[in-house]
């Protein structure tokens, strides 16, 4: 019988240069898709499949973070007085009872690999998840869970991925998988960003990682690469002589908010399906597509 996954690491240090000057005193993950900010999204996402405890590997100025998950008793009640219960009790849930926020600093920005590693004391011996905001995932049945499925059926490692075309393969981590692999199973080699012709699939690694605790001790071994960084990628290369790693081609939309035309196209199709304003936004956006 597998462990049951309980924890979850989000990995939100990182500086957000590609939105400044947005992001210059404003923490990247906390930009808003329409009314949520982005690290919510991903934080919904890991409750909603299980996990008790969030795990955010911060920085110094990543406070507005702390703040957002925590309880604001100013604003709950302000709304409480003013009769706007609906709007308190949006606010009170955002985390739920019996969901534990942890917040872990990395005290330098030595790449992903780092960022988990930051983390090995409050995971302790057990597998965790691990999710990357910048990657908002839209599926009626979560990412998190799918995979999960997979943990538990195969009692391993899992990775989400998703099929690109060739030219982006110096973007991703790229899997090597066996000829017969039909999008689950058993992945046979992982590189970071290989030129294109030298990708091994066209299978690359999206921001959602299940992983057992065995990952600690191959990044603590890892020597640092590039500007010093640590990365995941060449630790679950390692990881998968000693055990075996899955890959899952998820059922979904990824968008990937790290850049500005992927958190554009994620806020335009939650906000075409937001209660409140989702026929007026397709109405404007229809008279806007007209005039151009």
């Given amino acids: 019988m597998s462990i049951p996954v309980t924890k979850a690491v989000f990995p939100v240090a990182g500086l957000g240069t590609r939105f400044l000057p947005a992001t210059k005193a404003n923490p990247k993950e906390m930009l808003p898709i329409v009314d949520k900010p982005l690290i919510q999204y991903a934080v919904e996402e890991a409750i909603n499949a299980g996990i008790t405890e969030l795990i955010f590997v911060t920085s110094s100025s990543k406070r507005a973070i702390e703040d957002h998950f925590d309880t604001n008793f100013e604003l709950e009640h302000c709304l409480q007085q003013q009769g706007k219960t609906a709007l308190l009790n949006m606010v009170q849930s955002i985390v739920p009872k019996g969901v534990d926020c942890i917040y872990v600093r990395q005290p330098q920005a030595l790449g992903l690999g780092h960022a988990v590693l930051c983390a090995r004391q409050v995971i302790g011996n057990c597998p965790f998840a691990l999710l990357l905001a910048d990657d908002l995932i839209d599926a009626s049945y979560s990412c998190l869970n799918q995979m999960l499925t997979v943990y538990h059926d195969s009692h391993a490692s899992v990775i989400a ?39 091994p699939s066209r299978y690359a690694v999206v921001g959602r990682y299940l992983l057992t605790a065995e990952i600690f001790n191959h990044l603590e071994r890892l020597p640092p690469g590039r500007n010093g960084e640590i990365q995941l990628t060449d630790a679950i290369a390692s990881l998968l002589q000693k055990e075996k790693v899955m890959g899952m081609q998820f059922d979904g939309k990824r968008y990937d908010c790290g850049n500005k035309l992927g958190y554009m196209q994620a806020t335009i199709t939650l906000g075409l399906r937001h209660p409140e304003i989702g026929e007026s936004f397709k109405q404007y956006l229809q008279q806007v597509i007209e005039r151009t």
């Fill in 161 to 199: 991925v998703e099929e690109i075309v060739p030219e982006d393969a110096d973007k991703y981590g790229i899997i090597a998988v066996p000829q017969d692999w039909r999008g689950q199973g058993p992945i046979t080699a992982i590189v970071e960003k290989p030129k294109p012709i030298d990708a």
